[in-house]
């Protein structure tokens, strides 16, 4: 937008952040000062989703303004490493200065991505990644899952001091170069906290009575919702007989590593309030997708829940009235163009539509509700899986079996799935019409699984690739932290 006064910006992107882990999100447990700060200074999205419930689709999307299916990004085994403009491209071509600091999670730190200017950088293990997560059927599973979650509990772990080593890079950053620059610049920092494993520094801990800490919403099997694909996922994460004891253990850990996260994002903000460029320069806080923690008797992300679809997106600056929210819908596709317009770039890539609208528009506009989708192909979900957010509604397409239907509005706990009421019938058609009326679901879907075929012929097929495949839980981090 040309009345967007440019500025630099400072772009912080979490891990798989439930935003209901948050106090500026409504929960009164969860300690957040920093993160809270960010929304008390500016706006609060309240309905923002990622383009896919999984890290390197969602951030290969979010680097280039398109929908995984169109760069082909199905999964944690194909990224993103250049043939589209990114937002890094359009802007070194345009002589602004683009400095990524910390996880991005796409093929590799290759410049073809457009991103010239890496440091300490996270991306798939040998441009290869998760090769496993392409096999789509009932024939595999990760029991190592549960095991994540009957291991949280007060520890270290790399990512604690990957992330401890970003905000001190982004502090250095900020009062050797920030101040020093002539013209707008954009700084991505990339935490991975809260992602597994759930460990953290014992002091985290006890900032909670894990008395105070509420079970998840439907944890009880006898209210989970009985849905084929969701049950197979709860199978595949070995994750079906999750006792309370765990499960609160599990988020005490979680709701310790948001705090030690906001601890990083909280030492960023006091560099930059202590700097000269505090009011030349907009912050943004998101994360890549959420986790669902327990809710509906599911835990980690792949599904259309809002607790693993939906992210919390904050904004702050020149521009931006204080303690303000805006309900309507918006993707994480909209961070490119919001990027652009941050500080005074225009978007000259004419080869490919994106569909992202600038947050500032929409901020505009706050009563813009356009229809918002994402999508999963991967490890968990053996069928094309499709979200449509649209008005109060949300719905939740398989290309196999039943769909879900939910009234955001008013069940933002998505306890009650519409689909099965009679009386809801002419509502999820005309959601079922409108998704079909911007993609083809099923012919998308067939896309994906013919695309995994082709990465497992590599080495030999699904047979082949298993006699030598030996897991790898999490992505390492960069060698010398």
């Known amino acids: 937008m ?5 500025q630099n910006l400072i772009f912080i992107m979490s891990d798989q952040h439930n935003k209901a882990m948050t106090g500026c999100y409504g929960n009164d447990v969860i300690k957040t000062p920093n993160i809270d700060r960010i929304a008390q200074e500016g706006v609060r999205f309240n309905n923002a989703y990622c383009s896919c419930p999984l890290c390197v689709p969602s951030r290969s999307s979010f680097v280039t303004g398109i929908m995984p299916h169109e760069g082909g990004f199905w999964d944690n085994a194909q990224a993103f490493g250049g043939g589209y403009e990114s937002f890094g491209s359009q802007l070194y071509k345009q ?23 890496q440091r300490i950088p996270l991306h798939m293990v040998n441009g290869k990644g998760d090769i496993y ?6 024939k595999v599973a990760r029991p190592q899952f549960k095991k994540s979650l009957e291991n949280a509990g007060p520890g270290m772990s790399d990512y604690i001091r990957y992330d401890r080593e970003i905000a001190q890079r982004a502090i250095s950053y900020i009062k050797n170069e920030g101040e020093n620059s002539s013209k707008p610049f954009v700084l991505y920092l990339g935490f991975v906290s809260p992602h597994f494993p759930l460990n953290a520094p014992k002091e985290y801990f006890d900032l909670y009575d894990i008395d105070d800490i509420e079970l998840p919403s439907q944890f009880d099997k006898s209210q989970w919702p009985n849905h084929p694909v969701i049950q197979e996922y709860r199978k595949y994460c070995n994750t079906e007989n999750i006792s309370e004891e765990v499960a609160k253990k599990a988020l005490h850990a979680y709701y310790a590593m948001c705090s030690f996260l ?4 909280g030492k960023v903000l006091d560099a930059l309030d202590n700097s000269d460029i505090v009011d030349s320069t907009r912050v943004i806080y ?5 986790d669902t923690m327990g809710n509906h008797g599911v835990f980690f992300k792949s599904t259309m ?8 997106l904050l904004m702050k600056g020149s521009g931006i009235k204080p303690n303000t929210s805006v309900d309507s819908p918006v993707s994480l596709l909209d961070m490119y163009p919001t990027i652009l317009d941050c500080v005074g770039a225009e978007d000259t890539d004419k080869s490919i539509k994106r569909h992202g609208i600038s947050l500032f528009e929409t901020i505009a506009n706050p009563n813009y509700n356009r229809p918002i989708i ?6 968990g979900i053996n069928v094309g899986e499709f979200m449509l957010r649209k008005g109060d509604y949300k719905y939740i397409y398989y290309t196999e079996g039943e769909p879900m239907l939910f009234d955001i509005k008013n069940d933002p ?21 409108d998704l079909y009326s911007l993609i083809n679901p099923d012919e998308i879907s067939k896309q994906a699984f013919l695309s995994q075929e082709k990465v497992l012929d590599e080495y030999g097929g699904e047979e082949g690739f298993l006699k030598n495949f030996k897991p790898l839980v999490f992505s390492p981090i960069p060698k010398g932290i």
């Open 95 to 117: 002589g602004y200065n683009v400095t990524t600091i910390g996880k991005m999670h796409l093929e590799s730190d290759t410049p073809k991505t457009g991103f010239h200017d």
């Open 133 to 138: 997560g392409c096999i789509r059927n009932d």
């Open 2 to 6: 040309n009345d967007v006064k440019p």
């Open 262 to 265: 906001d601890e990083q994002i």
């Open 305 to 312: 829940y809002e607790g693993s679809v939906g992210i919390p």
């Open 413 to 433: 706990n998505e306890n009650v799935d519409l689909s099965l009421v009679t009386e809801y019938n002419t509502i999820k058609n005309k959601m079922e019409e």
């Open 374 to 379: 994402s999508e999963y192909h991967a490890f």
């Open 286 to 290: 998101t994360s890549d997708h959420g």
